[in-house]
């Protein structure tokens, strides 16, 4: 089950080390004519004649993602499509289309099946990005995958920051961890207005495809937010070989104050939330200070070095960890 969340082994969690490893066995394989860029990034890049193919899959679990008792068919449809269109907006592409995978339990009641459709349906409208295939097939939980497809005449990756770059958080983190703790500890009757906004973030979140395609010529790197702004961050870091230092009091007052009033009431903490909770799907990039655009909030430096700090106060840092990992123990 995805949550409660485990804190992840450092400096590397289980999940990246399986990552990496599975990096270097596929990406020993010869390259195929017309790819760019293989495994290592949020999509793969493939060279189109009128600019870069992108391709992504994301899968959305019952049980690890989610449980069916905190949302609807129709949330859930909408939730994982804006999950995989998230790594298009990361990488600065326009959607093209996607397809569609669903295994569903044969007791399945019709309504709850027919609302993932419709939530995909809808989300499809909303995002420009059509569904134009898929496939259906039994199993023992739900298991939904996507693939999205765009494209972009100059994909943002994550190898591309700088030492003195800026670090730009576009969109909120903190919101659908907090609105998950709501789920896990409240009964809905006592939820207050903050604690339904919350709850309502984790439920639908938006792919940010608009800001994603403003960042192309702007940003050095760019990546979304789904397992949490540390450990995403540290993807960032570790392919472009540098450190990210994350301003705490910047960060802190980058939270929406629902969500510290949220960590309040339940005894959480709304930094760590931010820090480790995910599936806000913001968008994490680097870039030059003249360069951050209007809807862009910095949160810190990229600097010589490796990993992810966070600064608390001049000279004062610690090592953060790593987000949510799907294999710690």
């Keep these: 089950m995805r949550t409660p969340r485990r804190r992840a082994k450092h400096p590397l969690s289980e999940e990246f080390e399986r990552i990496a490893w599975l990096t270097r066995l596929f990406g020993s394989a010869v390259p195929l ?11 793969a ?15 959305c679990v019952e049980d690890v993602h989610f449980r069916t008792k905190w949302l609807t068919g129709e949330e859930l449809g ?40 419709r939530g995909q349906a809808r989300a499809a409208k909303v995002l420009g990005c059509p569904v134009i295939g898929g496939n259906i097939t039994r199993a023992t939980q739900i298991s939904i995958h996507t693939t999205a497809i765009g494209q972009t005449k100059s994909p943002i990756l994550r190898e591309g ?47 940010l495809i608009a800001q994603g395609l403003a960042l192309i010529g702007r940003a050095h790197s760019c990546i979304d937010i789904s ?32 969500v ?15 820090l480790g909770g995910g599936e806000d799907y913001a968008l994490l990039a680097t870039g030059p200070a003249r360069m951050r655009p209007a809807f862009a909030r910095c949160i810190g430096t990229v600097q010589q070095g490796r990993g992810v700090w966070l600064e608390r106060t001049p000279g004062e840092r610690i090592s953060v960890q790593a987000g949510f990992d799907h294999f710690a123990p």
């Design 33 to 43: 004519n017309g790819v760019t860029l293989g495994i290592g990034d949020d999509a």
């Design 45 to 59: 890049v493939l060279k189109g004649t009128t600019g870069e193919w992108i391709w992504t899959i994301d899968a």
């Design 78 to 117: 909408w939730r994982s499509y804006n999950a995989a269109l998230s790594d298009l907006a990361a990488m600065g592409a326009r959607p093209i289309g996607a397809l569609s995978s669903l295994a569903l339990p044969a007791t399945m009641d019709s309504k709850f099946w027919q609302g993932i459709a």
């Design 161 to 207: 920051a700088q030492p003195s770059d800026e670090i730009w958080l576009v969109g909120n983190v903190g919101a659908a961890a907090a609105g998950l703790n709501v789920l896990m500890q409240v009964s809905e009757a006592k939820w207050d207005t903050d604690m339904r906004a919350c709850v309502r973030a984790w439920r639908q979140p938006r792919a």
């Design 227 to 258: 397992d949490g702004l540390s450990g995403d961050a540290r993807h960032i870091a570790n392919a472009s070989n540098v450190a990210l230092v994350l301003d705490e009091p910047s960060l802190v007052r980058a939270i929406l104050p629902r």
């Design 260 to 274: 510290k009033r949220v960590a309040m009431r339940l005894g959480g903490s709304a930094l760590d939330w931010a």
